[in-house]
């Protein structure tokens, strides 16, 4: 697996860099320390895009047999952290040979070894550029696919987000009852209260938070004077948030002239004595609502905040007792999403007992994920059944 190529590879970075202070102290030459510094400050800058790599790694090699665009980035990324394995071994190796021999043939050793610094850092550059170019390809066409069973509607139809939506069906949600019914009833009490709460929803990627509050949202926004539904991603600019909350909320605004103080004025005009409901989907800051979001909106009303993110310190924005954590599937709701997906077009939707154990193996690898079993459903959905 390529994630465990590059925790391996992590691993290896952090030992180069636990030498960093000592190397340095043990330089001779003024070429030589500057030759490392460069060294260092690339093993530094790999260390880091890696630690990133490596989260998205966990989510999304999941998916690598179901999507080649992933599969691709997942390769790239595998083939670029053998080119800096290379490099970290032979430093690792260069520097460990400085340490034998006399003072003399040290000293000679090392003089060569400069040059062997200027060219590692320079390789390390090379491979760093073609890292952080992986990651621009990656956000343009890998992260929008991971939306797929993301939910479905109008209200993210009109999003600018462009993110793909594998559309879910009524008949394919499964194990949401229990909480389908706790969103419901936090959304729905106490509508005839000028009151003010906030519901979280909140798990790792790919649990279903986007499908449970899609589902909830389109059967209980009738009861209010007005709905929107926004995602907020991390690139996120906040007049751009605001500019798509008037227009979810179907307020009419010069989006090219007015400025955020008027942008502000018009959306809490238009809330005012209404009563509202607002969705926040993929929030990955508290900030965002906190001191950006939050404030613009009027308390003299009937209000409902959702917000989706995968971070506890987020979810722990609620009104008291108003989270709700998802964990993965079980086995059992996993084998009927799968089923469902899989022999769609059977009658009775079930796995032949001569597939059962492949069904298995599939399932394990999904570990409960929704998304992941969504994906290799429909997948094999469009398979001969051997």
Request: proline residues 2%; contains cysteine.
């Amino acid at each position: 697996m390529a994630e465990a190529v590059v925790g391996a590879l992590i691993g290896k970075l952090g030992a180069a860099l636990a030498k960093e202070a000592a190397t340095y102290a043990a330089s001779l030459l003024f070429n030589e320390a500057s030759a490392l510094k460069d060294l260092f400050h690339e093993i530094r800058k790999a260390e880091k895009e890696l630690k990133s790599m490596k989260a998205y790694l966990r989510d999304s090699e999941k998916l690598k047999d179901s999507d080649e665009i992933t599969s691709i980035f997942i390769e790239d990324i595998r083939g670029l952290s053998f080119q800096i394995e290379d490099v970290i071994d032979e430093f690792m190796y260069k520097l460990e040979d400085d340490r034998h021999g006399r003072f003399a043939a040290k000293l000679m050793k090392r003089i060569r070894h400069v040059n062997i610094w200027h060219r590692l850092a320079l390789q390390l550059r090379d491979i760093n550029a073609e890292l952080e170019d992986t990651t621009k390809r990656m956000n343009r066409y890998v992260t929008p696919l991971l939306g797929i069973y993301a939910g479905s509607g109008d209200h993210r139809a009109s999003s600018a987000t462009n993110r793909i939506v594998c559309f879910a069906r009524e008949e394919d949600l499964v194990g949401i009852e229990d909480n389908v019914a706790k969103l419901r009833r936090w959304l729905l009490g106490d509508l005839e209260e000028r009151s003010n709460r906030i519901i979280t929803v909140w798990g790792m990627g790919g649990v279903g938070k986007t499908t449970l509050v899609d589902h909830v949202y389109k059967n209980v926004k009738v009861n209010f004077d007005a709905s929107a539904w926004i995602t907020v991603s991390k690139s996120h600019q906040v007049e751009d948030l605001l500019k798509k909350i008037a227009r979810e909320f179907s307020i009419s605004i010069d989006s090219s002239n007015m400025d955020m103080r008027r942008l502000i004025e018009v959306i809490r005009k238009h809330l005012e004595d209404k009563r509202y409901i607002l969705v926040l989907d993929d929030i990955w800051e508290q900030d965002v609502w906190v001191n950006n979001i939050m404030p613009i909106f009027p308390t003299n009303c009937t209000s409902r905040f959702v917000l989706t993110t995968r971070l506890s310190e987020v979810a722990s924005l609620a009104t008291r007792n108003c989270a709700v954590k998802l964990e993965p599937l079980g086995q059992y709701h996993s084998y009927i999403l799968f089923c469902k997906l899989a022999f769609w077009s059977s009658d009775e939707k079930r796995c032949p007992a001569e597939l059962r154990d492949l069904a298995a193996d599939f399932l394990k690898k999904c570990e409960g994920l929704p998304i992941a079993i969504a994906c290799i459903g429909r997948l094999l959905s469009c398979k001969p059944p051997t």
